[in-house]
């Protein structure tokens, strides 16, 4: 067998490995030594071991994954020595190198000095990462400027920003911000009950390393595990610099991310930030997939939303579906699905027939037929409304189209 395809198929490697760098076995959630999970060391060594079948099937280096970086960091921000880790990467290569040597014959003596030779250039380029990694934690808890950020903008969203503390906070002065609110794509009540304390301890510092990070410095902030707001100095109105921005935070992130944008003027800032996070919560309560989001993005479920009779009155449409919930559900699927019958079938597990039957079963209750243009942009309206004024959403929830004619 090739020494890449042992290296990656046999199941037992791995195990071997974890044992002979971090000791006797354990529970996989252990705790080592050093510091460091089990589970998370048994992550580092796989990834380590798939560079290596890749540096040995002869293709170019590749570089080291951000996720192995991440946990590195992970590790440096909660104190596990630099030098447990560099030596635990060195006790394994050796580990690798000696298991190759004893299945190695006399006719294998030249692979493995190509085979040395590329695992030591995997090597120096794990403990060149893994260094970074820690330097870069070390660099990010030793500035202030996090600290001074978060100052800036309590400032300027509370509307409290003077010229005083502008020319003091070591910001550059800006007549205007893209306001970016931020939250957790996909996290649902179920989420929020099972959640990671420690993972979004994690989060939440990956996010600050990468504002640290960005070209022209940190800019003002407020992060907390489920989110906040990003304050970017602009000249112009444009959405690429909070796309962007939006972009690398999820990378960091490592989950998926909405976000919403606002542009206004430095005086403007508070009523700026209510509008992004409004706009925010909105996103997410109807479940939008992640990515950046503006006013005119969702400006007819933001007026639908608004409190008061209206809304009411186009929740109160879908009362009569209140007993029935898969007669709700089915619609909104239905409509999620662009009115195609055979993915809504697929999606629900129900035959096309019976799609039908509840088409005309969701009529007869609403007196609204989801068949006809003008009763279907109504129930969309009425999902929407419905979402905000009984506080939950069934399942994700359809766009809504603009209004013709």
Do not use: K
Not at 83 to 101: I, K, P, S
Not at 147 to 161: H, M, P, T, V
Request: charged residues 25%.
């Amino acid at each position: 067998m090739p020494a890449a395809g042992y290296l990656r198929h046999d199941p037992r490697l791995s195990h071997q490995l974890l044992g002979h760098v971090a000791g006797d076995t354990g529970p996989r959630g252990a705790t080592m030594p050093c510091g460091a999970s089990r589970r998370e060391a048994a992550e580092v060594i796989r990834g380590c071991l798939e560079l290596v079948a890749v540096a040995l099937q002869g293709g170019p280096t590749v570089e080291v994954p951000e996720r192995l970086r991440s946990r590195i960091g992970d590790w440096a921000a909660e104190g596990v020595d630099l030098e447990a880790v560099q030596h635990a990467t060195h006790l394994g290569f050796r580990f690798v190198l000696d298991l190759l040597g004893r299945r190695a014959t006399g006719a294998d003596s030249r692979a493995m000095v190509v085979a040395g030779q590329r695992l030591a250039e995997v090597l120096d380029r794990l403990v060149t990462a893994f260094t970074g990694s820690y330097l870069r934690e070390v660099r990010a808890q030793g500035t202030a400027r996090d600290d001074a950020g978060g100052q800036l903008a309590s400032a300027l969203i509370a509307g409290d920003a003077g010229p005083a503390l502008l020319r003091g906070s070591g910001f550059p002065p800006a007549d205007a911000y893209a306001v970016v609110a931020l939250g957790v794509a996909t996290e649902t009540l179920a989420d929020r009950a099972v959640r990671d304390e420690r993972e979004a301890r994690r989060r939440l510092r990956r996010m600050r390393l990468e504002l640290a990070a960005r070209r022209g410095g940190t800019p003002p902030a407020l992060l907390g595990p489920e989110g906040g707001t990003v304050l970017l100095a602009e000249d112009r109105l444009a959405d690429a610099p909070a796309a962007e921005l939006l972009g690398g935070l999820q990378r960091a992130a490592g989950v998926p991310l909405l976000g919403t944008v606002v542009h206004a003027l430095t005086g403007e800032v508070p009523a700026a930030t209510r509008d992004a996070h409004e706009l925010l919560d909105l996103a997410q309560r109807l479940h939008r997939p992640a990515g950046l989001y503006r006013m005119a993005d969702l400006a007819v479920e933001y007026q639908i939303t608004r409190p008061g009779p209206g809304r009411r009155r186009l929740a109160a449409v879908l009362d009569p579906l209140r007993e029935q919930p898969e007669l709700l559900n089915t619609l909104v699927v239905h409509l999620r699905n662009d009115r195609n019958r055979q993915r809504t079938s697929r999606a629900l597990h129900i035959h096309a027939n019976t799609i039908d039957h509840r088409m005309r079963r969701i009529h007869q209750h609403t007196g609204l037929d989801p068949m006809n243009l003008d009763g279907l942009w109504y129930l969309r309206a009425a999902i929407v409304a419905h979402a905000y004024e009984t506080g939950a959403a069934p399942v994700e929830l359809p766009e809504l189209p603009v209004a013709t004619g």
